[in-house]
């Protein structure tokens, strides 16, 4: 199958109206074609029962970033663990580091087949506009990445012991952006938090996030409570879904799934 094929064939896996699904949504059908390489099982013409998406992008030069959603057993609604092998060693090299994003509930499997170097445990945030209020800040102001997207900054105006004239104090951008979602981050000089230039950098992208029609999420380790709060305190809130960032290598194919 070709990749428009590939796409077809994983739309009933995932619901385009759930920000659980909306990262592995962009990736598999909005980030760029050339990036991206797909598998399904079964490859074949048909709805797929599970798939695995390959993206080269921006957080690595050199370890894909991948999504995935692993196939069920039909009789116990749990994880086909054969299959879901069959489908981690047909995408994946052995011993190639790579970088995951998927959810929580794949984890103990993930910890079997993988060697894991580094791991952080999500929390998946997404705005509630009624308890989102605009904020006012001239020192914020508006630019672009490299790919377009659109980025709000506070820059520092004057010469200083914590840094130079003009240097960047915050920032909030767009990881990527769906038709339906869109996934931002922020930075905040260490020297400089706590002084609102985060939020503020934060509301403004919301706003014209919104005004495009789409849903703002935010993704924050469950450890770090300074952009938990930062995220609440603009008016996003808790969904309960989890997801885990694995960075580490797939293993050799275990005997036991040979069949």
Not at 51 to 80: E, H
Not at 141 to 160: A, C, D, F
Not at 187 to 202: A, I, Y
Request: charged share 25%; proline share 6%.
């Amino acid at each position: 199958m070709n990749l428009a094929e590939k796409r077809l064939a994983i739309r009933n896996i995932l619901d385009p109206r759930s920000p659980a699904d909306a990262a592995a949504i962009y990736y598999t059908n909005y980030h760029p074609e050339d990036k991206v390489q797909i598998t399904t099982i079964p490859d074949v013409f048909e709805r797929a029962e599970g798939y695995l998406c390959s993206a080269m992008t921006g957080i690595d030069l050199f370890r894909p970033l991948v999504t995935m959603r692993l196939p069920k057993d039909d009789s116990t609604d749990q994880l086909n663990y054969f299959q879901s092998v069959e489908l981690l060693h047909k995408s994946l090299p052995v011993g190639a580091p790579v970088i995951i994003s998927t959810t929580a509930r794949y984890r103990p499997l993930l910890g079997a087949l993988f060697d894991i170097e580094k791991e952080d445990q999500l929390r998946i945030l997404v705005l509630d506009q009624k308890k989102y209020e605009p904020l006012i800040n001239v020192l914020v102001t508006r630019t672009k990445t490299s790919t377009g997207l659109p980025r709000y900054i506070v820059r520092k105006t004057e010469q200083g012991m914590l840094g130079h004239s003009g240097d960047i104090l915050a920032s909030a951008g767009l990881n990527w952006q769906s038709p339906r979602f869109a996934e931002i981050y922020v930075h905040t000089r260490d020297n400089f938090r706590r002084l609102g230039l985060g939020r503020s950098v934060v509301a403004a992208l919301i706003r014209e996030v919104i005004e495009t029609g789409r849903t703002p999420i935010y993704v924050v380790s469950e450890n770090n409570e300074p952009s938990t709060h930062l995220a609440k305190s603009v008016g996003f809130v808790d969904t309960g879904f989890e997801e885990v960032l694995i960075e580490g290598s797939l293993h050799e194919r275990p005997v036991a799934a040979n069949k």
